[in-house]
């Protein structure tokens, strides 16, 4: 393989027309120069210039080898520009988020990129497992989870706290256990995770989340409070989640009928607050357009 810094000696040598101004723009000796070029001579087995005293020619071997070389120098030059350059609102930032915090977060996220057409944001939501191996396999730039990680390769920081709540249909005011028991629980992915936190720090007669009627699942996070708000059930979810469904509630339904009227949230006198991690692959140092994600995120959690 020809070394792409005699490659560089011999096309500066051609465009300067000197040994020794090619040797002080490379910052070079003019020996050094003539080096380079006897060992490109050498390895291609070719003459590359015809000396005559203190001014050269071109052979035909040599007009081929600038031609071609020339392209080559400059596409280095660029490649090296473009690695060093490290854009703060250019690439693709690649992220996973458990669904809660997704939804809070996709449009302050959607918005900055708005307002960054080159920052491009490849969003994605799944559960912790999955956003644990996700970042060990380099798959994405950064996960946001709800359980800390024992993987040697994640790094993970606690960033931020979200509260669970107790969700029932709109006109129950302060349901004690055996209300719940008589409505029945809409489950979710974390439904008994969730139900064996908040509600067995509020409830005595609490065990598991098996003790009330199954009136429907959703693994959909947006979905999981449709039931509720028709009557069917109760459930447990963070903030992030009830938040969200309250504003679509808001911006879709007629003045007539009361958001309140539908799903009612209550803080329990024993609050419980999921902790949300975020986590990063330990062995990779993050680029400035994924610090810049990261930074917008923290302002809304």
């Known amino acids: 393989m020809i070394n792409p810094v005699y490659l560089r000696s011999f096309c500066t040598l051609v465009e300067v027309e000197h040994f020794t101004r090619t040797a002080e723009r490379l910052h070079m000796t003019q020996s050094g120069v003539s080096q380079h070029i006897h060992k490109l001579e050498e390895q291609l087995g070719r003459p590359l210039l015809i000396r005559q005293g203190k001014r050269f020619t071109l052979t035909d071997a040599g007009e081929l080898l600038y031609k071609e070389a020339r392209e080559i120098i400059l596409s280095l030059s660029n490649l090296e520009q473009r690695v060093k350059e490290d854009h703060a609102f250019e690439g693709v930032v690649r992220i996973m988020l458990p669904g809660s915090v ?17 920052l491009v944001i490849d969003y994605r939501f799944a559960p912790n497992s999955d956003i644990e191996k996700a970042i060990s396999n380099n798959d994405i730039d950064i996960g946001f989870m709800t359980s800390p990680s024992n993987h040697a390769d994640v790094n993970i920081n606690a960033v931020a706290e979200e509260e669970l709540l107790l969700v029932t249909p709109g006109n129950f005011l302060t349901p004690d256990w055996e209300q719940l028991l008589e409505l029945g629980f809409i489950d979710h992915p974390d439904g008994a995770y969730h139900a064996g936190l908040l509600l067995g720090a509020n409830y005595p007669e609490f065990q598991h989340s098996n003790q009330f009627k199954k009136k429907g699942f959703s693994n959909q996070i947006s ?79």
Do not use: C, D, M
């Open 102 to 118: 997704g939804l809070k977060l996709y449009p302050h996220l959607l918005y900055l990129q708005q307002q960054h057409p080159k």
């Open 223 to 301: 979905l999981i409070l449709e039931p509720v708000s028709r009557g069917f059930g109760f459930t447990v979810l963070p903030a992030f989640a009830v938040e969200n469904f309250q504003n679509t509630l808001q911006n879709s339904l007629k003045n007539t009928i009361q958001k309140s009227q539908l799903i009612k949230t209550h803080r329990l006198s024993n609050p419980i607050s999921e902790t949300l991690y975020l986590g990063t692959n330990r062995s990779k140092s993050l680029p400035n357009r994924v610090n810049t994600v990261i930074e917008e995120a923290k302002k809304w959690l």
